[in-house]
């Protein structure tokens, strides 16, 4: 049922987010992750549906695993496009008609940007967007920021290099939306020309006054950030294979970069990476992409609790 004293209903973009909240979530985020067993099932009797059109691991996984932890029970469908009623051509808005019947919360992965937002419209139950096209998603940018926050012990003044596809990747154009509430960022974004941040997410970051560039070679910012957010080359977002495989090289991560990278900074990466990390940068402590991504279940049992718990 809808519940208008909830400080957040859906969860569909960064957008939403303020200081404040973000303050919230991750207090009970570091509670979740130093109580190795939550006592208290605070979502004892709710049901979170996790329903993804598109492959994930991490988020979908990560995302029941803090149901069930939680004391929630999950129901899913992790091929969405194949295995649901989307097959016989059921609309987004039936199917999320029919799913808030069933279930408390709809974590839901789309491929169509606007998805999530659609589905809130339809739905009688807290939505979560776990990621909607090329578009948004706000729980991996409270990941991402948990992590930052974690491992450098602060956020307002840091200096962040976002790498690789920033064109398609969803996870920089939240990340981005979040970072602005923080002072005296300094943001590099670096991308081949074709692969540079959208328009919309510029024209934001301009009218926010952020301290950003816009760059193409990563080696001269390696020695100022404290921040490197890589990025895989969103192949299923291309319309053209050939434009795919000419970008899909356009930044490797490896030991020479390492050695110019400074030695409080810290790489990330939403995951999965494909080339743009090679392997042998995994054994340095500077890699945190592991730690990103185990942080993942923690800020996700925190935005469950926030949004369907009691309190
Ligand atoms: C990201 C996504 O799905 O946007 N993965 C994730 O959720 N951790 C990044 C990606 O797929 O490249």
New binding site residues.
């Given amino acids: 049922m809808k519940d208008n004293s909830r400080p957040l209903q859906h969860l569909i973009s960064s957008k939403q987010l303020n200081r404040e909240l973000i303050k919230k979530i991750f207090g009970k985020a570091e509670y979740f992750e130093n109580s190795n067993s939550v006592n208290k099932k605070p979502l004892v009797g709710k049901v979170v549906a996790c329903i993804f059109y598109?492959?994930?691991?991490?988020?979908r996984l990560s995302f029941e695993s803090a149901a069930l932890r939680l004391g929630a029970a999950v129901i899913s469908t992790e091929s969405a496009s194949h295995f649901s009623s989307a097959v016989k051509g059921e609309t987004i808005e039936d199917t999320i008609r029919i799913i808030s019947g069933y279930a408390d919360a709809i974590v839901l992965?789309h491929y169509k940007e606007g998805a999530a937002e659609v589905a809130s419209r339809f739905s009688t139950v807290t939505v979560i967007n776990?990621?909607d096209g090329s578009g948004e998603?706000p729980t991996?940018a409270l990941l991402d920021l948990y992590t930052i926050k974690k491992e450098l012990g602060r956020i307002d003044g840091i200096k962040i290099g976002l790498v690789g596809?920033l064109l398609y990747?969803?996870?920089v154009h939240s990340l981005l939306r979040l970072l602005n509430l923080y002072k005296n960022i300094k943001i590099y974004l670096v991308s081949p020309k074709e692969l540079r941040i959208p328009e919309e997410i510029r024209t934001f970051l301009i009218e926010k006054k952020a301290d950003f560039k816009e760059i193409e070679d990563l080696s001269t910012i390696l020695n100022d950030i404290d921040v490197l957010y890589v990025?895989?080359i969103?192949k299923e977002r291309f319309k053209s294979k050939k434009k795919y495989e000419s970008l899909k090289a356009s930044f490797q991560i490896n030991n020479s970069v390492l050695r110019k990278l400074k030695n409080k900074a810290i790489i990330m990466?939403?995951?999965?990476?494909v080339t743009e990390i090679s392997f042998e940068v995994d054994s340095d402590k500077r890699a945190a992409y592991f730690r990103q991504?185990k942080n993942?279940l923690f800020v996700r049992m925190a935005i469950l609790d926030l949004m369907l718990g009691e309190d």
């Fill in positions: 598109e492959p994930s691991t991490r988020t992965r776990a990621g998603h991996q596809d990747g969803r996870t990025t895989r969103q990466h939403p995951l999965p990476r991504a993942g």
